[in-house]
């Protein structure tokens, strides 16, 4: 099987490169080369373009086409039009990498399925994400478009810290100062880590599933204090100061934040994952965070690019505490 990923080397990606090519997949990566924490396996075609620029696109893939395409890097009503106008009649599958947080936020009710509603008020990156997905949708009925929608929720990897100020929270944590937490800290929060997203996610290629659409998340699900005091206890702080900020309250100091807390983070989440599991049944949760906490402090140690103390989340956190 002939696969193409259009993106490669990002935290979701990146595993599912490594899974296809692991299962014997003839795997060709299309991103811009630059620097990336994650290589490509060995044996996988890597070609030089960047997606935004069509016909560079078309230069570097020539007459080739291909049996599934793996689309990480389409974010925008514009980029989706460019997709399938460049990949109609050159792929048996098109697979495009939405969102979950273009689920209903709030929801309405939990778990959260395929079938509830895609609305976001409150973050512009959701909305662009519904309507990349209507115009896949559109192409797809109107002219059998072979896509699959898959909706990934908050993905991490060895490299990533799922906290509000990133490794700025860990650094509070070693030196006793207090840490934002959004909300009450008892909102429930899922996190998937990415390997076993590829697997489910790997598991659709050839698939005939043109036209549907995939939640692929993981079943661990924890409250945010949780989160953090997972992250605490990998750091070798067993007590952590957290204070509990409203995310309005922290949307409003500091507007930046606003759109990724209020339009997804600060709702419950769970989701439900049986129609990926029905179709895919080595699809499971096998990484629970609390593990995995420990193995993304070791690599945060042993790179110590990665342990930026930002003066000015240090300064945000002081001001939100003192709230």
């Not at 990949?87 to 209903?104: H, K, N, V």
């Not at 989160?227 to 995310?247: E, I, T, W």
């Not at 769970?270 to 420990?294: E, Q, W, Y």
């Amino acid at each position: 099987m002939r696969v193409l990923f259009i993106g490669g080397t990002g935290t979701i990606s990146a595993a599912a490169v490594a899974r296809a090519a692991a299962l014997g997949y003839t795997v060709t990566v299309l991103n811009r080369a630059a620097s990336s924490v994650r290589q490509l396996p060995s044996g996988v075609e890597h070609l030089v373009a960047d997606v935004r620029d069509p016909a560079a696109v078309a230069a570097a893939l020539g007459t080739r086409s291909f049996d599934v395409v793996a689309d990480f890097l389409t974010f925008t009503p514009k980029h989706a039009y460019a997709a399938v106008e460049l990949f109609r009649g050159r792929t048996g599958q098109y697979l495009f990498i939405s969102s979950a947080s273009a689920y209903q936020k709030p929801p309405a009710r939990l778990p959260i399925t395929e079938s509830t509603p895609l609305r976001n008020p409150f973050w512009q990156y959701s909305r662009d994400k519904i309507a990349c997905e209507d115009i896949f949708t559109q192409a797809f009925r109107e002219d059998d478009f072979p896509v699959t929608i898959v909706r990934p929720s908050h993905t991490y990897d060895h490299t990533g810290l799922p906290l509000l100020f990133g490794w700025t929270d860990v650094h509070r944590m070693r030196a006793g100062l207090p840490v934002v937490v959004h909300g009450d800290g008892t909102s429930l929060w899922t996190l998937t880590h990415t390997n076993d997203f590829a697997v489910g996610f790997v598991g659709l290629f050839g698939l005939p599933v043109a036209g549907e659409a995939f939640t692929i998340t993981s079943d661990d699900v924890l409250p945010w204090d949780a989160v953090y005091r997972s992250v605490a206890a990998a750091a070798g702080v067993p007590d952590p100061v957290l204070v509990h900020v409203a995310s309005e309250k922290i949307a409003a100091v500091a507007p930046a934040f606003g759109p990724g807390l209020l339009g997804d983070k600060a709702h419950s989440v769970m989701f439900d994952n049986s129609r990926v599991k029905s179709l895919v049944p080595a699809f499971g949760t096998t990484i629970r965070f609390a593990d995995a906490a420990h193995a993304i402090l070791a690599w945060h140690v042993a790179h110590p690019q990665a342990r930026v103390v930002n003066a000015e989340y240090m300064a945000l956190s002081d001001r939100l505490a003192a709230l």
